[in-house]
Nanobody, 125 residues
Framework: QVQLVESGGGLVQAGASLRLSCAAS??????????MGWFRQAPGKEREFVAA????????GYADSVKGRFTIVRDNAKNTVYLQMNSLKPEDTAVYYC????????????????WGQGTQVTVSS
């Protein structure tokens, strides 16, 4: 069983930066090629894809709304995935979730089987 714990959320002003972290644990995590993803859910809206990265880090994908502003990276030695968020906008306000899948690469919510509890990001104007 894999567990995911997010951290790094907070309240910032528009234009600021934040870095979210997702620490993975569990005896199986290192044995599989887990693709890791970040999703977000704003109040009253459906959860949406933000970014994803393959096990090797060689392939990444981003939602159009965050391209050029967000960067996903991973440190497999630390079993941690990061989401660097720059030039934050009020519309980035949401609960951000980390997720894992044994697929090589995935961007659909239903392709992910393990989820963290989420971390709140609030961007004020």
């Amino acid at each position: 069983q894999v567990q995911l714990v997010e951290s790094g959320g907070g309240l910032v002003q528009a234009g600021a930066s934040l870095r979210l972290s997702c620490a993975a644990s569990g005896r199986t995590f290192s044995n599989y090629n887990y693709c890791m993803g970040w999703f977000r859910q704003a109040p009253g809206k459906e959860r949406e894809f933000v970014a994803a990265i393959t096990k090797s880090g060689g392939t990444t994908g981003y939602a159009d709304s965050v391209k050029g502003r967000f960067t996903i990276v991973r440190d497999n030695a630390k079993n941690t995935v990061y989401l660097q968020m720059n030039s934050l906008k009020p519309e980035d306000t949401a609960v951000y979730y980390c997720a894992a899948t044994t697929l090589r690469f995935a961007i659909r919510i239903d392709e992910y089987h393990t989820w963290g509890q989420g971390t709140q990001v609030t961007v004020s104007s």
